[in-house]
């Protein structure tokens, strides 16, 4: 029992060690400081390594000395820079370890440290793989090649390690097997770790491709072919050609494909007429073209089975000179801005410190970051002073500043300070030119990147779309609210191609958003029979919303088909051609919705607006379709529940009260912002205040003139069809059958022939629109070929066979 006990209190105290030293690698301060010691201790042994190699001479006498008497002693000396540790450690790293091969325990060291630092470099546990392999491979080298010289010098090339191992293995196996064994544990080092090392040391061993034989011409023919048309078939009479020239080529090795088809058949007929006819003498020495030839057979069967490409597929090419817009269409507004002297940022931080110093409150410190419309002072207080106290004087320290927009945030989350924000008195202008331009945006992966402007820090302010991923704009009138969507659908156009996104625009008040016209055939999306691509009238708003359910529900089913989770892998698979066109299956680009005036939508069409758009943003972020609506009139009754659950992203402008802030954001904030442009945004946990970018109408002008002049698609991507009179639950009884769809009679012959009673299955086969499928699906229905609506499930097939199904059509017509 005794001992059971002691067993299980060493396992604890084993664990609790562990333990205290994960707890000590996760505390930043603590990897800061070892990291720095590593590095520091790996500049110090490699000062020490250097040194070694031009005084080890003159100190290696004294090595034989014992450690503690050669450290302890102050009269013994030694030449080395990093004095005597530095140089025992030399001396026993290289003459009783490795040898110069040692040199990979300081790299070792310096990686590890630079790695506590957070650095990011390759796995550790590789670089001590390669370092262990190359450690030992060196020494045992040199050991070998410098065996002889141990006993006349003061440094042994390869070390202790590498002297024995090699002696050993020069008695058992000699020089000559030493020296292969050291060859081929390289070559087997290399061609194991670095896949361009085999076809360097094979590329001597090929046989030249010069000259070419004229056979192998059709094949590169055919492969040049199939490179330059992307996602087209060859043409027949050129698939004709090269099958000819592919089949005389089979025929005969060494056949001359160049020459005409006449003298090439009567070659054929020449070569053929000796009586020998064993293939094994006919190809005697011809073991490589045999290679070849069969190699061509094998190619031209790929190029007509099914279509299957040679390369990813490229969506971009359609409109493959398609150029992304210049910054030079942007204005460059700095010259306009104003800026903060240091006389501003004194008298405002006296002004607080006296404010509070009249409450008898104390600060230990305080500190101001400049941004381009608002400085933010950040203030430490006393111990035992309580935060709501200056809270509660906002009001106050207005006053006292004499200034409008004072916020004070109490504390600033993760900083443990108190926050003041301080409206300049001149503020900046901060351009969309700036932000553009800056390498935050330039550089980003977000799949949508929007850049609002620059935060208090002067820093661009970014976010993902499709991580948003809808976003509900508000504010009051003339606060920056048609700049801020301006902005957003310019950060847009600046990073993707027209293949790779879509907008869909309402604009109820009409004159908003009429400007993005010009690009329609390149990122606007509509109904099939719109006249227009920027949505002004509520009805049409209504129908497009339905529509966009319908192109998401069909998304859906096709990501369920390819097995994907979102449409950036189900894009992936289809770039990768692991998708077919031909089962219904295409790319799909982004879609962003942008709904100017929601309010207006709202009061005219209620329920029949709101319902699609909750249903929208609460399904369909994972198949690419994002919603951003906007208002000025933050009201409950506009802004419902239904909204707000659904668009945690909210951007807000100054409004009017702090009813309307708490309407928007959850919070008060917006009330005290200072407009023009000045914005809070939050994602669903801190408040960032933004200030947005100027982007001028003339230059949004330059910039859909600039897009509009380029080569487009011949229209606007077209949505599924939507009709709510027809569309909507029919009774079967109420379907008029004397006015049946022109595909009615070939559709169920489908239907009767797959036994599968799907809107889906009748899409698919005819290349036709949701709603026109749904209209034979219920035509069907009536005329008794299917049964009735039974939720997901596909639609039960009533007639067994085309016997019955004729009769059905004798009864109908």
Known sequence: MGTGNNNRTGKKRRRSGLSKWETNFKNFKFRFISGLTLIAFSFYLALAFLSFFFTGFADRSKFDIDFWNFIRSAEITVENWTGKLGAWMADTLINDWFGVASVSIIILLFMTGIKLLGAKIIKLSHAFVHAALITIWLSVTLGFFFINSVNDQYLLLGGAHGFFLSKWLNAAIGWAGTFILILVSLTAYLAFCFDWFI???????????????????????????????????????????????????????????????????????????????????????????????????????????????????????????YKLPTFDLLDDHSSDSG?????????????????????????????????????????????????????????????????????????????????????NSEPEI????????????????????????????????????????HM??????????????????????????????????????????????????????KLPDEEESIITDVQRVVNTLHSLTIEMDERYELLKKAHARN???????????????????????????????????IMTAGKDVEMPIARIAQLARAVGIHMIIATQRPSTNIITGVIKANFPTRVAFKVASMVDSRTILDSPGANQLIGRGDMLITQGSDLIRVQCAFVDTPEVEKINDYIGAQQGYPSAMMLPEYSGSESEGTEPGEVDLSKR?????????????????????????????????????????????????????????????????????????
């Open 199 to 321: 076809p360097l040391i094979s590329k001597p061993f090929r046989k030249s491709s010069s000259p070419a034989p004229e056979s192998e011409k059709p094949e590169t023919v055919v492969q040049e072919r199939h490179h330059t048309q992307n996602n087209a078939n060859y043409q027949s009479e050129k698939d004709t050609e090269i099958q000819h020239k592919q089949e005389a080529h089979v025929s005969r090795p060494g056949t001359t494909v160049a020459t005409p088809p006449l003298h090439q058949d009567e070659t054929v007929e020449k070569e053929f007429e000796p009586e020998n006819t064993d293939r094994s003498l006919e190809y005697t020495g011809d073991d490589d073209l045999e290679l070849k030839i069969e190699k061509a057979a094998r190619e031209e069967m790929l190029d007509h089975s099914e279509g299957k490409p040679l390369g990813d597929y490229d969506p971009t090419l359609d409109l493959s000179s």
């Open 339 to 423: 800026q903060v002297g240091e006389e501003e940022l004194i008298s405002n931080k006296n002004r607080i410190v006296k404010t509070l110093e009249d409450y008898k409150i104390e600060i230990r410190s305080i500190k101001a970051t400049v941004g381009p419309t608002i400085t933010l002072y950040e203030i430490v207080p006393a111990p035992g002073v309580r935060i709501s106290k200056i809270k509660n004087l906002e009001d106050d320290i207005a006053l006292s500043l004499a200034a409008l927009g004072i916020r004070i945030i109490a504390p600033i989350p993760g900083r443990g300070t108190i926050g003041i924000e301080v409206p």
């Open 430 to 469: 901060v351009s969309m030119r700036s932000i553009i331009t800056s390498k935050k945006f330039q550089n980003s992966k977000y799949e949508l990147p929007i850049a609002f402007g620059k935060t208090i820090s002067n820093e661009t302010f970014m976010l993902d779309l499709t991580k948003a991923p």
């Open 472 to 525: 509900l704009v508000a504010g009051a009138t003339g606060q920056g609210k048609s700049v801020g969507l301006n902005a957003i659908i310019t950060s847009l156009l600046y990073k993707k191609h027209p293949s790779q996104l879509k907008f869909v625009l309402v604009d109820p008040k009409k004159v908003e958003l009429n400007i993005y016209s010009k690009i329609e055939k390149h990122f606007l999306a």
């Open 567 to 601: 449409v950036k892998e189900y894009n992936h698979k289809f770039v990768k051609r692991q998708l077919n066109p031909e089962k219904g299956h295409r790319f799909m680009p982004y879609i962003v919705v942008i709904i100017d005036e929601f309010a207006d939508l």
């Open 741 to 813: 769809d022109p595909m009615f009679e070939e559709a169920a012959r489908v239907v009767v022939a797959n036994q599968s009673g799907s809107t889906s299955l009748i899409q698919r086969r005819f290349s036709i629109g949701y709603n026109r499928a749904g209209r034979i699906i219920d035509q069907l229905e009536a005329a008794g070929v299917v049964g009735p609506f039974e939720g997901s499930k596909a639609r039960q097939v009533l007639v067994q066979d085309e016997y019955e199904l004729e009769k059905i059509f004798d009864s109908i017509r």
